[in-house]
């Protein structure tokens, strides 16, 4: 008896058939389908997250949220500049892996979306911010 016999006998319940198991690669090239489920490509770019960090760490879940195709829109006017700014640089950076777009809608709140989400328009910025905070926007 080889050792592979012995081996397969340890598992054998009475009940063990012999499967084949087969390499879809080995199929001809016709036989082979490259079928795309487009129902969870429409789920995965159907979604749009708001967020609104509270500090710098809270930045790679909403960069995940790009990275899994996702449109998202945050609002950093609750955090201190210097934060807000490095947020904006992290996500202009995992925007720019993503093949994405990053766009300004206010002060402070910004479109992120990947290559799969088609964003047209634009927010004009005819009033300087200046003026936004005045105004109490």
């Known amino acids: 008896m080889s050792l592979k016999d012995k081996f397969k006998s340890l598992f054998e319940t009475g009940e063990y058939e012999e499967m084949e198991v087969s390499n879809p690669s080995a199929q001809p090239p016709e036989e082979q389908s490259n079928v795309v489920n487009l129902t969870r ?57 993503v093949n994405g777009t990053i766009q300004k809608l206010g002060i402070g709140t910004f479109l992120c979306a990947p290559d799969n989400v088609n964003v047209s328009g634009a927010i ?12 109490g926007w």
């Open 124 to 135: 004009s910025d005819e009033l300087n911010e200046e003026s936004e905070i005045n105004r």
């Open 41 to 97: 490509l429409q789920e995965a770019s159907s979604k749009m997250i708001l967020c609104e960090p509270r500090t710098y760490n809270e930045v790679q879940e909403i960069a995940d949220h790009l990275v899994n195709r996702r449109s998202v829109v945050f609002n950093l006017k609750r955090l201190d500049h210097e934060q807000a700014m490095r947020i904006v640089d992290f996500m202009s950076g995992t925007v720019y892996a």
